[in-house]
């Protein structure tokens, strides 16, 4: 069993940065390959960055390639979603989640674990 935990974020300007991160519980946090989705009001949830369990291999959105860098730290259980250049367009519930599969997958049925969420609004 894996508990998630989003925190970071906020309000800001378009134009703007944010760092939001996601705490993990356990202690096979570097079992799981970890993605952030994101869920723009009255939209579905849509794939945003992964990372796998060392951290060597990554992958983005096309929506958000350039812009956003997604990181983690094993030894803090953490996982980061760094945010530049934020449009009013990456307004959404940006959402963590674990994924034990040895294939890559980026559906959001297909995972394991999910965190609540965190509210991301930017403003124009």
């Known amino acids: 069993q894996v508990q998630l935990v989003e925190s970071g974020g906020g309000l800001v300007q378009a134009g703007g940065s944010l760092s939001i991160s996601c705490a993990a519980s356990?202690?096979?946090?570097?079992?799981?390959?970890m993605l952030w989705f994101r869920q723009p009001p009255g939209k579905e949830r849509e794939y945003v960055a992964r990372?796998?369990?060392?951290?060597?291999?990554?992958g983005y959105a096309d929506s958000v390639k350039g812009r956003f860098a997604i990181s983690r730290d094993n030894a803090k259980n953490t996982v980061y979603l760094q945010m530049n250049s934020l449009k009013p367009e990456d307004t959404a519930v940006y959402y963590c989640?674990?994924?034990?599969?040895?294939?890559?997958?980026?559906?959001?049925?297909?995972?394991?674990?999910w965190g609540k969420g965190t509210l991301v609004t930017v403003s124009s």
């Open positions: 989640a674990a994924d034990r599969a040895e294939v890559i997958r980026t559906t959001p049925g297909d995972m394991d674990y």
């Open positions: 990372i796998s369990r060392s951290g060597g291999s990554i």
């Open positions: 356990g202690r096979t946090f570097s079992s799981y390959r």
